[in-house]
């Protein structure tokens, strides 16, 4: 069974300092997904990787993909107040479409 | 090009009562999943279905069910309904070629 654990699970950040979030994964998979959700809302899509040493961006997050060390970052620059939410990474089976989510990380962004 | 649509948007049920939740893909999208999330908790995958059949399955009893349509909806069926199906159910669409899931708004059950 494919496992997938976040860490951390809550981060509180600074406005305007730089974070990581991290993903780990027990078994080969060649889609991961992170997804953003906000309070009482669905998942809303961040990033697709689909293969090792992918790296997307978009505004002030950054996911990368190490298919080798099964891990996934996303990066976040200059935090916002707008980014407070909570961050899941998902992956995928080999071949299929079911996701395993992990356990999410709630972001909160203090001035 | 509306998204993944789901009704109802809420609902509040009676313990041992069924409730059958529903779910229009994204255009062009051939694949229905399911999710369950339960507060402060990652979505768990429920079933999937393509072709109208169920495809792959996760660990669920069988008074979760479901159905696809010709058109590529989908049904959640659940029955006997227990305390702890109190959820936000999530449909997810995908076209089978691609790569990108996409997530509907969701239906929240509250078991009573």
């Known amino acids: 069974e494919l496992k997938v654990e976040q860490n951390p699970l809550f981060l509180s950040m600074q406005e305007g300092k730089n974070y990581t979030i991290y993903c780990n994964y027990s078994?080969?998979?060649?889609?991961l997904y992170w997804y953003r959700q906000d309070p009482g809302k669905s998942l809303e899509s961040l990033f697709v990787l689909l293969s090792n040493g992918a790296v997307k961006q978009e505004g002030r997050l950054m996911a990368s993909l190490d298919t080798k060390a099964r891990l996934s970052t996303l990066h976040i620059t200059a935090a916002v107040h707008d980014l407070s939410a909570t961050y899941f990474c998902a992956v995928a089976g080999s071949n299929d479409y079911k996701l395993s989510f992990g356990a999410g990380t709630t972001v909160t962004v203090r001035a | 090009d509306a998204g993944v649509t789901q009704s109802p948007t809420h609902l509040i049920k009676t313990r041992g009562q069924q409730v059958t939740l529903r779910c229009s893909p994204k255009s062009g999208h051939d694949t229905v999943s399911w999710y369950q999330q339960a507060l402060g908790q990652g979505p768990q995958f429920i079933f999937q279905?393509?072709?109208?059949?169920?495809?792959q399955r996760g660990n669920f009893p069988d008074r979760f069910s479901g159905h696809q349509f010709p058109n590529y909806s989908s049904e959640l069926n659940v029955n006997a309904l227990l305390l702890g199906d109190s959820a936000l159910y999530l449909c997810?669409?995908?076209?089978?070629?691609?790569?990108?899931?996409?997530f509907g708004e969701g239906s929240w059950l509250t078991v009573v």
């Open positions: 078994t080969t998979s060649d889609r």
């Open positions: 279905y393509y072709e109208e059949e169920e495809r």
């Open positions: 997810a669409s995908l076209y089978r070629s691609g790569n990108t899931i996409y």
